[in-house]
């Protein structure tokens, strides 16, 4: 099987790396060459001091393209998680990358917040949309508070990604599931 990528895309919350934690270790399981390619542990290679302004997020977003396409040439079946916010990220994969499916992650704003507020601390600073929204509010400001997605940075939709998924209502088990059952088919005709 050549390679592909697939690339979990979607607001900071919405469930992508619960997802694509899940769908690469059944793949996995089942003996597919699977990298997992993580943006937020990739994106402190790129930028030891991460500032998460607009530029650096584009060229941060380019650096993880090409890391991808390289992955994929070698024969891999590269699983990225990232958000992504603009279409163009996604369309420069999806032409870098002959074998490509863009998985949205879609949940009500609302909800993404609910969940990002309430994960375990990360890799990534905690409660990014309450401190986005409170210094957009108020004008205070957070030491190491980059453009955060969903408040200061629009994450734009796309109805023409290879999978949408209705992430707002559902467990996590029955979206990987979900998930599964999209790729049995896509991975089969790839
Ligand atoms: N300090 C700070 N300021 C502004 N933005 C930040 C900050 N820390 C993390 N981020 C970015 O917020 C996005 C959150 O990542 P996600 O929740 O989608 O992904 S993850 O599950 O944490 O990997 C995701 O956006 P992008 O990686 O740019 O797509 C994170 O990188
Ligand atoms: N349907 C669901 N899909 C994915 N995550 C969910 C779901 N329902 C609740 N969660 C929880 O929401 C949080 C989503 O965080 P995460 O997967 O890190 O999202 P993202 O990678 O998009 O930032 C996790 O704590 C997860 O357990």
């Known amino acids: 099987m050549a390679g592909c990528a697939i690339w979990f895309v979607g607001l900071p919350g919405s ?9 690469a270790q059944v793949l996995e399981q089942r003996g597919l060459p699977v990298r997992y390619l993580e943006m ?3 994106r402190k290679a790129y930028f030891p001091n991460p500032q998460y302004t607009t ?23 590269v699983i990225m998680d990232g ?12 032409k870098q ?18 969940r990002e507020a309430s ?17 957009k509010r108020t ?9 955060v997605i969903g408040v200061d940075v629009q994450f734009e939709d796309n109805t023409n990604a290879e999978f949408v998924l209705e992430n707002g ?16 088919t896509w991975l089969h005709n790839a």
Do not use: N, W
């Open 15 to 23: 469930g992508k790396s619960s997802i694509a934690r899940c769908v």
């Open 40 to 42: 937020d542990a990739r």
């Open 55 to 77: 530029k650096e997020r584009r060229q941060a977003y380019d650096l993880f393209v090409s890391e991808a396409a390289q992955l994929v040439e070698q024969g891999h079946v």
């Open 83 to 94: 958000s992504a916010p603009k279409r163009s990220m996604r369309e420069a994969a999806r």
């Open 97 to 114: 990358i002959p074998v490509f499916a863009e998985m949205l992650v879609r949940c009500p704003v609302r909800t993404a917040m609910e």
């Open 119 to 135: 994960r375990p601390a990360g890799k990534v600073m905690a409660d990014l949309y309450a401190k986005a929204l409170e210094r």
């Open 139 to 147: 004008g205070r400001q957070f030491k190491g508070l980059g453009q």
């Open 169 to 184: 209502e559902i467990t996590k088990e029955e979206a990987c599931q979900r998930v599964l059952a999209f790729l049995d």
